[in-house]
């Protein structure tokens, strides 16, 4: 017998996706404008730093004519972000994406204005001045603070607001590295905490305008050239990159212990920690000494790995001096992203790997993509933004299902050893846990009449003019639905009611409730064999 349709839908979504929609759009255009402004303000602080002059044309601090005194510039511009810190706001300080997530879990997806400002200003002169930071994390943090504000006028949920605020931060990368679909699932794997129509569309929305408004201050995709690559389906690519990207997950939570093993370091230090970022700056100076390409966002040194013709002197640097630059300087609590160092360090790993083994430019332009991608996935945890986002950097297609294999065993090895990634582990200093599995909430797949004590009497028809202080479940609603009615209201038990007679039919209570999440014990721990478990209409035997 046919049954009738449920009237439950696979999606919680109302018009309202319309309103946030719309807004997105704007939130794109605020948070690409931002974005360019942060580049230039960057470029502009190297400018002034290094070589004393008035311009925002992009330059790298390598080639600055002042000698030995390159090691007084970070010192200086750690103790312009210290004061700033100190007497603008401390949310400054940091990689940009944990004071996004925090901003989101405890305080209702409410950034301070101040952080709008101060968090692009305070990164162009940390970077400027010498840092070995990324532009990326900053430009999120201020994307999503845009994203906020602009909520925080208007008449919205808490759940409103945080997709806003995430369709800012979505936007900002989008706009920074031309990804907008890379952008989308970082949203997703490290910033909603749902995937729902009605938080991926908006996001979606802002990350595809940056994306199409970048062309006409940026220019088009993809931002690193690769050379031409071709018979990436061998089978030996596929091990290799398997392995690569294993190898990749270990030096992933290796740079994830070293940078808060320096963090710890600072913290034992008896000065104020409006001093840190000067003295971080003191390492970063004495760095770039002997390794000047470690200042600095370093795009020049990922485009050069992308190219296949990285030397060994310059990828020595980045695995040794580079590495300790950032994670000592980033430790002391400046302003500064962690992306683009990352991929920096993983793409010199991919191509150390192509020149022991004697590879073609083509090939170690190929490694370095794959440890690029796999340091990404490992550190970050975020294998699915991992792989897009090294494809459309690159608009290298023929590395993908390699790309995959190595970003998954490096995602694998890093969540076998590290019981937080590099971004959750400052919340988890902070006294917060932040879980990043997500899954369908048990009690949305199972019906309340699967639950539900039967009344053991006929009950009166539920009338259509039915007092809203009768609280009730529907049979064919979910157990979730029939929880989130008693903790609103405050009740152990509802009355359930058959939709379609609107006859009451029986009770639930919340230790009903509570076996309704039996079952996912049950599917989680119960090991069988399915073949000895032979059903008994079929004549077997157990």
């Known amino acids: 017998m046919k049954s009738e349709p449920s009237a439950l839908r ?9 309103l946030l929609s719309g807004v997105s759009i704007g939130i794109g255009a605020c948070a690409t404008g931002l974005a360019v402004l942060l580049l230039r303000l960057i470029a502009l602080s190297t400018n002034l730093f290094y070589y004393h002059r008035f311009s925002t044309d992009a330059i790298s601090p390598a080639g600055s004519p002042l000698g030995h005194w390159m090691v007084v510039v970070p010192v200086v511009g750690g103790l312009i972000v210290g004061v700033m810190a100190r007497f603008g706001s401390d949310k400054i300080r940091g990689h940009g994406i944990p004071e996004a997530i925090e901003a989101i879990l405890l305080h209702r997806a409410k ?14 002169i940390a970077i400027g001045s010498g840092g070995p930071f990324g532009a990326e994390g900053p430009i999120i943090m201020t994307g999503g603070a845009v994203g906020s504000l602009i909520a925080q006028w208007m008449h919205v949920t808490d759940a409103e607001r945080t997709t806003l605020l995430v369709a800012g931060a979505a936007a900002g990368m989008s706009a920074t590295f031309a990804t907008p679909v890379a952008a ?56 290799g990159a398997l392995m690569l990207g294993a190898l990749l997950g270990l030096v992933s939570a290796g740079m994830s212990r070293l940078m808060y093993a320096f963090e710890d370091l600072f913290e034992h230090l008896h000065v104020h920690w409006m001093w840190w970022p000067a003295i971080g700056g003191i390492g970063i100076g004495v760095g770039g000494l002997f390794f000047p390409r470690g200042l600095g966002v370093g795009y020049d040194n990922i ?9 060994i002197g310059l990828i020595v640097g980045i695995l040794i001096a580079k590495s300790l630059m950032w994670a000592f300087s980033l430790g002391s609590g400046t302003s500064g992203g962690v992306l683009a160092p990352l991929l920096m360090i993983g793409g010199a790993v991919g191509a150390m790997a192509g020149h022991l083994a004697h590879a073609s430019v083509e090939a170690q332009a190929f490694w370095a993509l794959i440890g690029m991608g796999s340091m990404l996935a490992g550190a970050l945890g975020v294998p699915l933004t991992a ?6 950097v690159t608009h290298c297609l023929p590395a993908l299902l390699p790309l995959t294999m190595a970003c998954i065993a490096s995602y694998l090895v890093t969540s076998l050893l590290m019981p937080r990634s590099i971004l959750t582990e400052k919340l988890s200093r902070r006294g917060y846990h932040l879980t990043r599995e997500y899954g369908v909430d048990p009690l949305e797949l199972v019906i309340v009449r ?32 029939a929880a989130e009615i008693m903790a609103t209201e405050g009740l152990e038990t509802l009355m359930v009611i058959d939709r379609a007679t609107r006859q009451a039919c029986g009770t639930i209570s919340l230790s009903d409730l509570l076996r309704g999440r039996v079952r996912t014990v049950e599917r989680e721990n119960e090991r069988l064999r399915l073949f000895d478990h032979v059903p008994a209409e079929s004549g077997g035997h157990n």
């Not at 696979?10 to 319309?18: A, C, E, G, I």
């Not at 485009?303 to 030397?311: C, D, I, P, Q, S």
Request: hydrophobic content about 55%; proline content about 6%.
């Open 387 to 392: 792989i897009l986002f090294s494809l459309e």
């Open 303 to 311: 485009a050069e790995l992308l190219h296949g013709n990285a030397t």
């Open 450 to 481: 699967e639950l539900m004590s039967p009344l053991s009497v006929s009950a009166p028809v539920l009338g259509a003019n039915a007092k809203l202080s009768e609280f009730y479940a529907y049979a064919d609603g979910t157990a979730r639905g």
């Open 184 to 239: 989308i699932l970082l949203a997703v794997e490290l910033l909603l905490f749902e995937w729902r129509p009605r938080s991926l569309v908006p996001v979606a929305i802002a990350s595809a305008t940056a994306g199409l408004l970048r062309v006409f201050w940026l220019g088009a995709g993809p931002l690193f050239q690769m050379p031409v690559l071709s018979g990436t389906h061998r089978i030996a690519f596929a091990l």
């Open 111 to 124: 950034v301070d204005p101040k952080i709008a400002v101060l968090k692009p200003v305070s990164a162009a």
């Open 10 to 18: 696979d999606f919680t979504v109302d018009r309202r996706v319309w």
